[in-house]
DNA sequence: CATGTATTGTCGTCTATCCGACAAACATAC
DNA sequence: GTATGTTTGTCGGATAGACGACAATACATG
């Protein structure tokens, strides 16, 4: 999933957007690390270079994951949110400072950010409207739609999804546990919505049935 | 509650800004009207001039509160959700072609937009973790507490809290049912924590007790 | 191959919250 | 005053989903 739908990294590469480049410089961090806590109050603006990277709330033991960042995606550091490396990343990172001097010196930036926040708040308005109206069956089920829509390789009539997600960390996505999210999911796979095919890739035969799941 | 911490109203009145006065034009409406819905695809750009607009999304019967917009507050029509006058209010409204337009020639008006736009993501986070993280009680006393620091007036060594608002109305902020946020606010009376003081009006005795119980 | 670790499936229990129903209280208009 | 609509309080039943526990896998690594 694009986080925010534009590819920052394609931007960049702009011949407008030279001295841009040159404000941001190179940050690595290894899987596991957590690279933006909610405490540290830098205000940093940065763009995934490589790797993959979660945005997650926390409080006390529990974890829900707002989004998960690929190459391209931009994001801020002080919208009181965790960052976490999901593998070996490596981030653009620059100061808000710089960020707003840009902003005023370059037009196609500064529609760029308003874009992007667009659409990080559009996503947000989407997950409160699953949290707020939905049970986490649909909840489920419309994740696995979209995700299928979005990179399910067409095989056999059907649709190959890999998920890249353990069950835990999908049930972070959705708001719920471990357990529950098991449980439905083998409740989908007995009615042959959708097919295991080893960690984390499912086959999804019918695309339309599960349409109709989530339209109901 | 000023729901994105900007007072755009006075931001207008700086003086770099009398062409940006002009793109605006003055809309009213009534009483319980809906201003904007989701499938309208318009995208504009409003600013509250007067009255009270509740912004909200909806599914099937059940709709979730986002935020309450008061003079001076500045939101988009195309986030996907439905604006509501609470009462009799009149609105500046442009569309986002001049926004942009804007955006280019004051960078003032950039700056704020951004900024608008980062506080109402912060609050929207903020939503998402209550409704992931917290139960009903700790959304309703979290949100009591808020109103009361941000509009209580002391009293009798008190807060006085007017919220202007009908239980059906507090419920639909909350993501719970009128039922249940009437007894749970009754248990709150109950045990002293708030007194009743007829139509929607509240007298917090202890500000104290309140925010123990909301940190706990 | 063996061993340790991470991931998954499943079951029973428990509780917060929803939902429908209805009456009481209150407000508003006639 | 009475009548009519709106807002509130409360109760009992139904249920989604959390939580803890444990076994069954699968996976990695020496």
Redesign the pocket.
């Known amino acids: 999933m694009k986080f925010s739908g534009i590819n920052l990294l394609d931007e960049l590469q702009k011949s407008e957007l030279t001295d841009l480049r040159d404000v941001f410089h190179s940050r690595s961090a290894k899987k596991g690390a957590i690279i933006f806590s909610p405490e540290q109050d830098e205000d940093l603006v940065f763009i995934i270079e490589s790797g993959k990277v979660r945005i997650y709330l926390g409080y006390e033991e529990?974890e829900f994951t707002l989004g998960i960042l690929e190459p391209g995606d931009l994001y801020s550091s002080h919208a009181g949110c965790f960052v976490q490396a999901l593998e070996d990343s490596s981030l653009l990172v620059t100061d808000v400072q710089s960020v707003k001097r840009c902003m005023a010196e370059v037009p196609l930036f500064n529609r760029t950010m308003v874009r992007v926040l667009g659409k990080i708040l559009q996503n947000a308005f989407s997950v409160i409207g699953g949290l707020a109206f939905?049970?986490?069956?649909?909840r489920l089920t419309a994740y696995l739609l979209k995700e299928a829509q979005e990179s399910g390789v067409p095989f056999d009539g059907g649709l190959e999804l890999e998920l890249d997600l353990?069950?835990?960390?999908?049930?972070q996505i959705l708001?719920?546990?471990?357990?529950?999210?098991?449980?439905?999911?083998?409740n989908m796979?007995r009615e042959g919505l959708v097919v295991?095919r080893?960690?984390?890739k499912w086959f999804i035969p019918d695309l339309k049935a599960l349409e109709d799941v989530v339209n109901t």
Chains 1, 2 share one sequence.
């Open positions: 529990k939905k049970d986490i069956y649909a353990t069950i835990e960390q999908l049930s708001g719920a546990t471990r357990q529950t999210v098991s449980t439905l999911l083998n796979v295991k080893g960690r984390s």
